[in-house]
């Protein structure tokens, strides 16, 4: 299948499919995965995986996904995330500078030039199917791996946390945890003196999922260095030169148009935002926002 060419100046075409389909996953998040964005640097997030069956069954790995300028036509890169200890002696398919060898992702085709190249990935492919997919890549290391080696894998990222997306083997989703606690909410043994702490419980879980940045998926509750609000676009409708006096100068701000913004934002998914439009503190005009909600 050829690949479609693109109008030379859509450059970040495939950042923003990505981004769309990350709005998808963390509205439908797959159990046991977690996708962060990272700050400066668009092209690329990492990912927690926690294996859930086999010698690793519950190892959460950190990996990193680089998203290429023709995604979804071309499938994204991947890697396991500097500093997270899981290398080649503990997976098969896992190397060090090739990456994860396998054909949801660009790195098999360099490694084996094969005509089924890229053949689990296809241009429909999504974000939540490459998560699906890859949890079961890390679960099955293809070959005989001694007691110690695996144990290796496991106490040298004990305490990892990344220094790029400061992820740690804590941050991942649990859907169905959270149903069944929802569920059991509603047994009918509740002691009475646990009400007031629960209606508490309630309004918190409430706060943390409506004060949350949906691009994100972080909340200021959690996360004391997310900040959070709705954007808005000043424009300065005419511009005077010449205007010395202090009145005048006043009298002309009122020459302002306001754009509310209609959605909660972190300052970090705006900035990124920003830089996709081609846009930064300097020029903002540039940027034309588009809220998840796609308005
Ligand atoms: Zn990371």
Redesign the pocket.
């Known amino acids: 299948m050829p690949i479609p060419t693109f109008n030379s100046n859509s450059n970040n075409v495939g950042v923003k499919k990505a981004m769309a389909q990350l709005r998808d996953y963390t509205k439908n998040p797959v159990d046991g995965t977690k996708i962060?964005v990272i700050e400066n640097d668009i092209r690329t997030f990492?990912v927690n995986t926690r294996i859930e069956h086999g010698v690793y069954e519950g190892l959460v790995v950190?990996w990193e996904l680089q998203i290429p300028d023709k995604y979804p036509f071309v499938p994204a890169s991947g890697k396991v995330?500097g500093g997270f200890h899981f290398t080649h002696k503990h997976h098969e398919h896992v190397y060090g500078s090739s990456g994860l060898c396998t054909d949801y992702l660009s790195n098999f085709a360099g490694m084996q030039k094969s005509a089924s190249a890229y053949g689990g990935w296809t241009p429909s492919g999504t974000l939540v199917q490459l998560m699906i997919a890859m949890k079961e890549f890390f679960a099955e290391p293809d070959m005989r791996l001694s007691n110690s080696v695996v144990q290796e894998a496991f106490q040298r990222n004990a305490n990892f946390k990344?220094q790029?997306?400061s992820?740690s083997k804590n941050d991942i989703y649990l859907n169905s945890q959270q149903d069944g606690s929802k569920k059991s909410d509603d047994g009918p043994e509740k002691p009475e003196s646990s009400l007031v702490d629960n209606d508490d419980a309630q309004r918190r879980t409430r706060a943390r999922q409506e004060l949350i940045c949906p691009v994100i998926m972080r909340s200021p509750l959690d996360d004391p260095n997310i900040l959070i609000g709705f954007p808005v676009a000043l424009k300065r409708i005419q511009r005077q030169s010449g205007i010395s006096n202090t009145s005048d100068r006043i009298r002309q701000l009122r020459f302002v148009e306001m754009q509310l913004f209609p959605e909660l934002l972190s300052f970090e998914a705006y900035m990124q935002s920003l830089a996709i439009e081609g846009a930064n503190y300097d020029n903002i005009d540039l940027a034309r926002l588009r809220s998840p909600m796609g308005e």
Do not use: I, N, R
């Open positions: 962060f990492h950190h995330a990344c790029k997306c992820g």
